[in-house]
Structures are given as structure tokens and as C-alpha cells.
């Protein structure tokens, strides 16, 4: 299966600031199917990006996704309170789908 | 909005059983292929199970096959998730999320809000 590691396991910036996240897979993941998910405390996580860079309904367009074969990335630009949470990166091109161990983003 | 709500959770000895429901509304649910995700405790999430629109194909994470089972009812709008021979390496938050993109393996565009299972 295909391992996705993450990193830097913890993110701490100030508001304002943009926030880049990165995820490497141990094997190309096949096609452009790599995904990105927010989870805030306590709660299920959401979809932010498919499709490497696609934004999800409803997700505001400082957060993008890019990236290709091994490597890809999230960026969050303009970071704001509401951001605090984890992020997790998921591939669904080989199986089984397999997900990040997530990168946490804090607040200064 | 799709909104799915879990149910069936709680705590199980090793060895045991336990079934766990899915109740879907908001969307029509028999147009999408539909998962069972799971986060054990400080960890990432991990695809546990998929079920296709019209049920014909099924596939599992090799750590569950042959102990749990994933259906569905079109009918009732409800996925479920019988799981056998329980292992404590089970314990986790399990979520029903619906799925998208070509099918088994799927991105996950709505969750449930989560069901926890204890084995111990």
C-alpha cells in the first residue's frame, strides 16, 4: 500500500501568515487522486481539496492544493483562527485509499 | 445537504460483535457508493469498507476481511457495518462518509458525525 507522510507534524503561525503543508507518498499515487481533509477538534473531517487541486463546495479559495506523482501540497494563505485544526492528506488512486498521519496547524 | 447519523456504537469484550448503522438523508442515497472510515485515537483515519450504489461490489481493508461485513438498503436509506471477532486493535471512532469518484477506492465528500467502538 502506499504510505503518505506528512509534514511538519505541527504548524504554529501567526494570523495572516500563509501556511504551507506537505505530504509525501511512497509510491506515485496513480491518476491525480489525492485529496485533503480539515478536522477541527471533536469533529469528523471535512473535505477541502480532490483531484490534487480541486476545492471542495463551499471552500474558500485560500486554500488550494498542487502537486504531482510523490509530492503535493496544500497551501492555506492568509491564515485565520477558524484554520485551527488538522490537516490530513488522503490518496485514493491505489488500494486501499490511504491517509496522512496529519499535520497540526496552530495559532500564535 | 447529505447528513448521515451513526448509531450502534459502545463497548465490546475482544472476541465479540457488534453492528453498527448508518441512516442517510439530504441526498439521493442510492446514487453513491458508500464507506466506513476510522480514526483510532491520536491517529489519521483509515478506510475500513465500500459498498457500490447497487451493492455488486463490496471491498474491505485486509485487517477486517472475513470479521466485518458492509451492506446496504436502498430502501431505508441506511448503511451497516456488522462486525465479528472484535480485536482491541479496533478500537476507533468509525464514520460513515459517502463516497466519490470511480469506485472501490473513493474520496470522502460527507461524513457522519462518528460512533465510537471500544474493545477492551
Known amino acids: 500500500e502506499i504510505v503518505l507522510t506528512q509534514s511538519p507534524g505541527t504548524l504554529s503561525l501567526s494570523p495572516g501568515e500563509g501556511a504551507t503543508l506537505s505530504c509525501g507518498a511512497s509510491?506515485?499515487?496513480?491518476?491525480?487522486?489525492l485529496a485533503w481533509y480539515q478536522q477541527k477538534l471533536g469533529q469528523a473531517p471535512r473535505l477541502l481539496i480532490y483531484?490534487?487541486?480541486t476545492r471542495a463546495t463551499g471552500i474558500p479559495d485560500r486554500f488550494s492544493g498542487s502537486g504531482s506523482g510523490t509530492d503535493f501540497t496544500l497551501t492555506i494563505s492568509r491564515l485565520e483562527p477558524g484554520d485551527v485544526a488538522v490537516y490530513y492528506c488522503?490518496?485514493?488512486?491505489?488500494?486501499?485509499?490511504?491517509f496522512g498521519q496529519g499535520t497540526k496547524v496552530e495559532i500564535k | 445537504q447529505a447528513q448521515l447519523v451513526e448509531s450502534g456504537g459502545g463497548v465490546v469484550q475482544p472476541g465479540g460483535s457488534l453492528r453498527l448503522s448508518c441512516a442517510a438523508s439530504?441526498?439521493?442515497?442510492?446514487?453513491?457508493?458508500m464507506n466506513w472510515v476510522r480514526q483510532a485515537p491520536g491517529k489519521g483515519p483509515e478506510w475500513v469498507a465500500f459498498v457500490e450504489k447497487d451493492e455488486v461490489t463490496k471491498s474491505y481493508t485486509d485487517s477486517v476481511k472475513g470479521r466485518f461485513t458492509i451492506s446496504r438498503d436502498n430502501s431505508k436509506r441506511m448503511l451497516d457495518l456488522q462486525m465479528n471477532s472484535l480485536r482491541p486493535e479496533d478500537t476507533a471512532v468509525y464514520y460513515c462518509?459517502?463516497?466519490?469518484?470511480?469506485?472501490?477506492?473513493?474520496?470522502?465528500?460527507?461524513w457522519g458525525q462518528g460512533i465510537l467502538v471500544t474493545v477492551s
Open positions: 509510491q506515485s499515487v496513480p491518476s491525480i487522486n
Open positions: 483531484g490534487v487541486s
Open positions: 462518509a459517502r463516497g466519490r469518484g470511480k469506485p472501490p477506492q473513493q474520496y470522502f465528500d460527507s
Open positions: 439530504g441526498f439521493t442515497f442510492s446514487s453513491f457508493g
Open positions: 488522503h490518496q485514493y488512486g491505489d488500494s486501499p485509499g490511504t
